[in-house]
């Protein structure tokens, strides 16, 4: 069983940044963040692989990166030129393969709120 523990969720104004981080008990084959708008399921915004392989949904892209230190199995996301449009409960989440299937693990979830 890993764990994920995340922090750096907060209140920021419209056009500032957050940086979010991800720590993880164990080593795993890829990490990644979503997110959740009220009444709506989470969606995958940022991943990355342990190899540094990224993708990101189009909504981020140009604005967020995710970034990782293998070393100490974190995952960060710094998100910059927020709108309140961002705002949601975020969430980290980890996946670890192995060879006959995978197991994926979740964090606690952070709130973001972006004011305008």
């Known amino acids: 069983q890993v764990q994920l523990v995340e922090s750096g969720g907060g209140l920021v104004q419209a056009g500032g940044s957050l940086r979010l981080s991800c720590g993880a008990s164990?080593?795993?084959?890829?990490m990644g963040w979503y997110r959740q708008f009220p009444g709506k399921e989470r969606e995958l915004i940022a991943g990355?692989?342990?190899?540094?392989?990224?993708k990101y949904a189009d909504s981020v892209k140009g604005r967020f990166t995710i970034s990782q230190d293998n070393a100490k199995n974190t995952v960060y996301l710094q998100m910059n030129s927020l709108s309140p449009s961002d705002t949601a409960v975020y969430y980290c989440?980890?996946?670890?393969?192995?060879?006959?299937?995978?197991?994926?693990?979740w964090g606690q979830g952070t709130q973001v709120t972006v004011s305008s």
């Open positions: 989440a980890g996946e670890l393969d192995y060879g006959s299937g995978h197991e994926t693990y």
């Open positions: 164990g080593s795993l084959t890829a």
């Open positions: 990355i692989t342990r190899g540094g392989s990224t």
